[in-house]
């Protein structure tokens, strides 16, 4: 399995970061989770073709996670790739169809397919690879996905306070992404912060850890927030940048 980090950012501009995007490999099979503004121009400066996306899974609908969704449809339709599948939370398919509405030339020729999952569902993304979704807390529905693969786990919070129900997801996992969007000690709700965040990795079982989706506010506060977590968690910790790749 190979992950590129393609965005790393959020909704308000910094220099290097991109809206949130990660791209997951599972043999020949590409799966873009979150599809941010930038994201479609990364996947170009990752090497990897917009045309071998086809499968896109939405943590949730804000637009930083999003919006580059219809450019990415759009370069594919250029490019006469035409099928896609969509998985998203509650009211993913009603956001595409009033989009498709505004876009009547897209509707036209492009063929999505729309999978509204839930909390607690598992299917099987592509072939071999299994996703079960939970949900986080956050200002508007959004799900955590597992992702297993060939024997390993991944888990992609998504936007959400550190919660329970995706940290069960993720107990024993080779990785956890997790969203770490402001400072140690900033006050915060719907989003993590390295000290909301590391009561959960304590004893969790999971080997390395990637913080992502990071506000301008964590600028200088990148090492701060590794050592306050490496203090009590036994695993690897790092920050995410974009287009950078591991592989498990
Ligand atoms: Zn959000
Ligand atoms: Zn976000």
Redesign the pocket.
């Known amino acids: 399995m190979k992950i590129t980090f393609l965005g790393t950012g959020v909704a308000i501009p910094q220099k290097d970061r991109v809206q949130s995007g990660v791209l997951m490999e599972f043999g020949e099979n590409k799966v873009l989770f979150d599809c941010g503004g930038g994201i479609l121009n990364r996947i170009f400066e990752s090497g990897v073709l917009h045309t071998e996306i086809d499968t896109i899974v939405l943590s949730?609908l804000?637009l930083?996670?999003v919006a580059d969704v219809m450019c990415l449809l759009k370069a594919n339709w250029l490019c006469d790739k035409l099928d896609s599948v969509i998985y998203g939370p509650v009211g993913t398919q009603e956001w595409l169809e009033r989009l498709m509405d505004i876009y009547p030339y897209m509707k036209e020729k492009v063929n999505v397919e729309v999978r509204e999952v839930a909390a607690g569902e598992v299917f099987e993304l592509t072939d071999g690879c299994i996703v079960q979704c939970a949900d986080g807390i956050?200002?508007?529905p959004?799900l955590g996905c597992r992702v297993q693969y060939d024997g390993k786990v991944v888990v992609y919070s998504?936007?959400t306070e550190p919660c329970d129900c995706i940290m069960e997801l993720a107990q024993d996992a080779d990785l956890l992404i997790h969203e770490c969007s402001f400072p140690l000690d900033f006050p915060m709700t719907?989003h993590a912060t390295p000290d909301m965040l590391r009561p959960y990795l304590e004893g969790s079982g999971i080997s390395r850890v990637y913080l992502t989706h990071l506000y301008p506010h964590m600028q200088g506060h990148e090492e701060e927030a590794l050592e306050y977590i490496k203090e009590k968690f036994e695993g690897e910790v790092h920050i995410a940048s974009d287009l950078m790749e591991v592989e498990l």
């Open positions: 949730h804000h930083d996670h956050h200002s508007v959004s998504g936007d719907n």
